[in-house]
């Protein structure tokens, strides 16, 4: 497994866990709009992240790796702090993109 593309993956995921739980709350009118900047500033790193991650793997698997990674985590988020709800087809896809992650970082 190849833990530094994980790595940059994870880096650039937990950009999305922080902020897009802000945006969702913005949308519910839980925040105010102002918060948005918070988002905005956050995701401006991302592409200095990405940037990095391209010196250890190529644009695709990098890009698939960090939205695998961010796409769970987030879906986490959705279940447990919004209650939304999954269905048994929803779960076998969570845990196929499990399955990707693993053959995605393997040499």
Request: glycine content about 8%; charged content about 10%; overall charge neutral.
């Amino acid at each position: 497994m190849r833990w530094d593309v994980l790595g940059y993956g994870s880096m650039l995921a937990f950009t999305d866990i922080l902020m897009e739980p802000i945006t969702k709350l913005v949308s519910i009118n839980a925040l105010p709009i102002a918060w948005m900047i918070i988002p905005t500033l956050g995701y401006a790193i991302n592409p200095w992240i990405f940037l990095r991650a391209l010196s250890v793997e190529g644009i695709a698997i990098m890009n698939l790796v960090w939205n695998l990674i961010s796409n769970v985590l987030i879906t986490g988020i959705g279940i447990y702090a919004f209650k939304e709800v999954m269905t048994p087809t929803k779960w076998m896809g969570i845990g196929l993109s499990f399955a990707a992650m693993y053959f995605l970082t393997c040499e």
